[in-house]
């Protein structure tokens, strides 16, 4: 069992320019959420997807936004990219249920993105 | 509004000492608490969680932690450290009074560094 994958592990932008992350959850999950730390800070909760609809959003602006696939894997889009979004983003796939955050998440390695 | 602390930046031990990472939160209905550990260039791993029953929980690599509701706090510990420990650890905590809401707040993180 791969566990949960996330890709690019890297990437460089420049303000104004728009980016794609992509995951792939752990076998037989179907949630997936993604959320950004920044440096020296917890992971803050950007959306969950179940059953290819957004379920619950954080405050983030409308500029982030997702997608999930048949298959369960998701992407997270980000347009008009700001300096202050550069972070970890990080996806956490769920085991089978409505309840995505009571069981236990299992997180990707996450995708380092940096904005110049 | 639910919120989570972690009051110490950072925690140093011995090894074979036993190690205590402090979390308090804050919730309008009774809570559902997480640990979660993050090595270097690696996602959180998820370590344990209280939902309700025992105060008392006990986890994956010998950790456990106590839910003291008088106390509003989920300390993790262990009996003696290991050097292998030394991470970053996130608590992690969702309000059941949230209206469904399955946004779970984590917060800064704690540095564990277990001397040898």
């Known amino acids: 069992d791969a566990g949960v994958t996330q890709s690019p592990t890297h990437l460089i932008k420049t303000r104004g320019q728009q980016v794609t992350l992509r995951c792939s959850p752990k076998?037989?999950?179907?949630?997936v959420s993604w959320y950004q730390q920044a440096l020296g800070q917890g992971p803050q909760f950007i959306f969950q997807?179940?059953?290819?609809?957004?379920?619950q959003r954080g405050n983030f602006p409308d500029r982030f936004s997702g997608h999930q696939f048949p298959n369960y894997s998701s992407e997270l889009n980000v347009n008009a990219l700001l300096l202050g979004d550069s972070a970890l983003y990080l996806c956490?796939?769920?085991?089978?249920?409505?309840?995505?955050?009571?069981?236990?998440?299992?997180f990707g390695p996450g995708t380092r993105l940096t904005v110049l | 509004a639910q919120s989570v602390a972690q009051p110490e930046d950072q925690v140093n031990v011995a090894e074979g000492n036993p190690l205590t990472v402090k979390c308090t939160y804050s919730?309008?209905?009774?809570?559902?608490l997480f640990w979660y550990v993050q090595y270097p260039n690696r996602g959180l791993q998820f370590l344990l969680k209280?939902?309700?029953?025992?105060?008392l929980v006990k986890g994956s690599y010998g950790f456990e932690a106590e839910f003291n509701k008088s106390q509003t706090s989920f300390h993790l510990k262990k009996p003696s450290a290991l050097v292998s420990d030394s991470a970053l650890y996130f608590c992690?905590?969702?309000?059941?009074?949230?209206?469904?809401?399955?946004?779970?707040?984590f917060g800064r993180g704690t540095s564990l560094i277990v001397h040898p």
């Open positions: 956490a796939s769920s085991p089978v249920g409505a309840s995505g955050v009571l069981n236990e998440q299992f």
């Open positions: 076998s037989g999950h179907d949630t």
């Open positions: 997807y179940y059953e290819e609809e957004e379920r």
């Open positions: 919730v309008s209905g009774n809570p559902y």
């Open positions: 209280y939902i309700t029953g025992d105060n």
């Open positions: 992690a905590v969702r309000d059941t009074a949230s209206g469904g809401s399955y946004i779970p707040t």
